[in-house]
């Protein structure tokens, strides 16, 4: 059974940073990739960043580059998500995703908040 379990969210002032992370379990993590979304009140759904399997650039959303780092421990079986310089428009759920056997799944999502 595919598991994804999100942590890291919180509340945190503009300019300052989070570090999300996504536990897997119940497939080999390793072999697929992984992303990152995030769902504001009223908005879609957006992929934030993703990254593969080994090797290549990950792939960032143009609002988070060069203030997001997506990186993955295929020994912990753990996705991360560095949050630098955050804005209030990065306030929002925060979901980890991965395409495994033809299926998308999903974390519970973990909110940040970015607010004075």
């Known amino acids: 059974q595919v598991r994804l379990v999100g942590s890291g969210g919180g509340l945190v002032q503009p300019g300052g940073s989070l570090k999300l992370s996504c536990a897997a379990s119940g497939f080999p993590f390793s072999h697929f990739g992984m992303s990152w979304y995030r769902q504001a009140p009223g908005k879609e759904r957006e992929m934030v960043a993703s990254?593969?399997?080994?090797?290549?650039?990950?792939n960032y959303a143009d609002s988070v580059k060069g203030r997001f780092t997506i990186s993955r421990n295929n020994v912990k079986n753990t996705l991360y998500l560095q949050m630098s310089s955050l804005k209030p428009e990065d306030t929002a759920m925060y979901y980890c995703n991965t395409r495994a056997y033809t299926t998308d799944y999903w974390g519970q999502g973990t909110q940040v908040t970015v607010s004075s």
């Open positions: 990254i593969g399997i080994i090797g290549g650039a990950p």
